[in-house]
């Protein structure tokens, strides 16, 4: 098989699950009950089950207790007012290592919960952990929380158990604490979980793109001289939430001298012909999974100036070696050894990372642009893995910059792309 209609023939007939290479090249319709027809969703649920219990053992742990909620929709499948969730405790999940999966949450998620395998017990004695639920009375929430939670761990892992939890608050942990557990962060836990995706996920994956790359097009379309900033990035969101997606992480949008520093948010600044246009999409779509990419335009009418390419023809440089270089096996210093340099001046302010994973939005690993960072850590490149490949180019006190990344999958014989946006013709040298 050489092309996607052959894998979307073989997908079709479905005659054993698929690979990553075949999800790579699939983007499911849109339409929730073909969707869901076409992604073995109850797979995706049970792989990513079985990843955290796998390392919930593998780090040393008997449970996790899960608040964040894209934590809770990646262990169990539950979706509710996730953003809310986000800043406000509410739900929670318990995970042992070998047990059953007890979610407690308000009536909303319960009714998603009991519609899921993943969950084997639903509760309905919700403990508030947030000040704004418990007020004055949060210290006696926590130690009727942590007694909770105690008996379950009691019941499901013994004395002395080591137990992980994720943004459950200081006053919880320590309640938990007191309660004779060794508590500890679950980050780690979570974070090798979820960097290895199943070839469900990577189609979930390619929904959030396909809503992203809607978004491009509808802004590539709209650019003129006269829009705003926000105008063209309400765009953005508008194409995700009919799509069936969730939220945008920020709203990188910038144009003309704005370009220079990046990550300046989109504002009422009025694109005139012959600015640079440059984004950073940074969405959570459908399924609640990640598209991360970024693309530069230019507003016509009229031609792009010499340094303008040069600016855009040194990101694209940049994303294109970098991506080379995402096998199974490479480490991340090698990666760093073996990393495109820009040229002297051009790349003394980059982006603050060369390259980072992606799953259920940004996530593990960061990996810096050189092992003498003090924030570097070493690992290495894994198939499974999606990681986003970044380049910004600007020079210090320069009137505009560009910012090109590219999401890739990495598999046994090497990366694939799954952001499939063009970059633009008009900004390359013909000879690329």
């Not at 996790?64 to 909620?69: A, H, M």
């Not at 158990?161 to 004779?180: P, V, Y």
């Not at 809503?211 to 063209?232: C, F, I, K, W, Y």
């Not at 690993?365 to 960072?373: D, G, K, N, R, T």
Request: hydrophobic share 40%.
């Amino acid at each position: 098989m050489n092309d996607a209609a052959d894998y979307t023939k073989t997908f079709a007939a479905k005659p054993r699950p698929l690979t990553l290479e075949q999800a790579a090249w699939i983007t499911p319709p849109a339409q929730a009950t073909d969707t869901e027809g076409m992604i073995d969703v109850p797979r995706m649920r049970a792989w990513r089950r079985n990843r955290l219990c796998e390392q919930i053992a593998a780090h040393g742990l008997d449970a996790v207790i899960l608040v964040e909620p894209l934590a809770i929709r990646y262990s169990a499948g539950v979706r509710n007012c996730t953003l809310f969730q986000m800043h406000i405790q509410a739900g929670y999940l318990f995970v042992p290592a070998a047990g059953p999966v007890i979610y407690f949450d308000s009536q909303p998620g319960r009714e998603t919960g009991r519609q899921l395998e993943t969950i084997d017990e639903i509760r309905d004695d919700l403990v508030p952990l947030s000040y704004m639920f418990s007020g004055y009375r949060q210290q006696d929430m926590v130690r009727t929380w942590a007694a909770q939670m105690g008996d379950l761990i009691a019941s499901h892992c013994g004395s002395g158990a080591r137990i992980g939890i994720d943004r459950a608050g200081f006053h919880a942990e320590q309640a938990l604490a007191d309660q004779g557990f060794a508590v500890v962060d679950a980050a780690p836990v979570l974070a090798h979980a979820r960097k290895i995706k199943c070839p469900e996920e990577i189609l979930a994956m390619n929904l959030a793109l396909a809503a992203a790359e809607d978004g491009m097009s509808r802004m590539r379309t709209a650019l003129r001289n006269g829009v705003s900033e926000q105008e063209l990035w309400a765009l953005m969101w508008c194409a995700l939430i009919e799509q069936g997606g969730e939220w945008l992480d920020y709203r990188l949008l910038a144009s003309g001298e704005r370009t220079n520093p990046w990550q300046q948010e989109a504002s009422s600044r009025t694109i005139r012909a012959g600015d640079l246009v440059v984004f950073d999409c940074g969405l959570v779509g459908p399924f609640s999974y990640g598209a991360d990419v970024s693309r530069a335009f230019r507003c016509g009418p009229g031609r792009p100036s010499d340094y303008q390419k040069k600016l855009y023809t040194l990101a694209w440089n940049e994303v294109m070696h970098n991506t080379r270089l995402l096998r199974p096996g490479t480490s991340f210093r090698d990666f760093m050894a073996d990393r495109y340099l820009q040229e002297p001046g051009f790349g003394d302010q980059p982006y603050p990372c060369a390259a980072h994973g992606l799953g259920m939005a940004d996530e593990w690993p960061v990996i810096l642009h050189s092992p003498e960072h003090r924030d570097h850590y070493d690992g290495e490149f894994e198939a499974g893995m999606v990681i986003c490949v970044e380049s910004y180019v600007g020079e210090i006190g320069g009137l505009e910059g560009v910012k090109l990344e590219d999401q890739v999958l990495i598999t046994e014989s090497g990366p694939v792309v799954l952001s499939r946006y063009p970059f633009e013709e008009t900004l390359l040298p013909h000879d690329i």
